[in-house]
């Protein structure tokens, strides 16, 4: 399986509910460095899994969606935790919807799978692992 990741990052506020996550249930900030890994079995007739330019400018738009947002104030997560899981499949799953829209570039309508990770600090992450 051949691979390609390009990263970006995203600032936003946010807030938990629920006493598992103590005093993060109150409105904080994060700051994540988001790695989209796309995943195909065989390269394209170009000889690449997907254009990394356009793959760089998609992740971007997606995640401009996000940035600088208290996510507590988003309808898309209106009643549900933004934790590090959910955003990391959010951001997966627009990019999927992309890369089918055929943003990714003509061959990216092929791609195996795409993994979204999120890094929430050098010693913690997390990812969301997806077929296409």
Known sequence: MFSVTVRDHIMIAHSFRGEVFGPAQRLHGATFVVDATLRRAELDADGIVADIGLVTDELK???AQLNYRNLDDEPDFE???TTTEVLARTIADRLADRARA???GESA???AGITVTLHESHVAWCSYERSL
Request: aromatic share 0%; glycine share 16%.
């Open 61 to 63: 738009a997606v995640l």
């Open 79 to 81: 009643g549900r935790n």
């Open 109 to 111: 309508r092929t791609l």
């Open 102 to 104: 055929g943003a990714l």
